[in-house]
């Protein structure tokens, strides 16, 4: 059976990739297990001077619980095997390491699909996955709604294109 990693932060770009997952599991027949696995930043010093570590790591282990609430809900509707994993420290890395740690074959992650030189400048976590990750990455591009055209648009068109016989 095979173990499914999915990147999970509480974004609609995150619930794709859940979606993607789920479907794989129940239209396609893959047998296997999704691990939502969610990535909270580690605590600054201010932070754990003003608050002190267990009131920290509380928070994390809640902040992250929140954020996968939605990606929780999903697959428990679904009825597909999960299990769920958080970790601290920088997103990619940290992935990866989870990724090996819980025996996972593969890794999904939502993207925005900007690509190219606008996904090198914002640091696409995606696009380094991909890099460094030792299993095989699926980016699970967001569908963006199609915008349907004005209707004064159509009207436009229309008087624009001769009549017949003209």
């Given amino acids: 059976m095979y173990r499914i990693m999915i990147a999970v932060d509480g974004s609609d770009l995150a619930l794709d990739a859940v979606r993607h997952g789920i479907a794989l599991v129940r239209r396609g027949g893959l047998q296997a297990t999704l691990v939502l696995g969610h990535v909270q930043e580690e605590a600054t010093l201010m932070e754990l001077a003003t608050r002190g570590a267990d009131m920290v790591a509380a928070a994390s282990v809640e902040a992250a619980q929140d954020l996968m609430a939605s990606a929780v809900a999903l697959v428990d509707a679904a009825g597909v095997p999960y299990e769920t994993e958080i970790g601290l420290g920088a997103v990619a890395a940290t992935l ?64 624009d294109e001769p009549a017949a016989g003209e």
Avoid: N, W, Y
């Fill in 96 to 159: 990866v390491d989870m990724v090996e740690r819980c025996g996972c074959d593969l890794l999904f992650i939502g993207a925005r699909g900007l690509g190219g030189l606008r996904g090198a400048f914002l640091g696409s976590v995606s696009q380094s996955l991909v890099h460094i990750s030792p299993v095989p990455v699926t980016v699970v591009k967001h569908a963006e709604p199609q915008e349907l055209p004005d209707d004064d648009d159509d009207e436009d068109d229309e008087d």
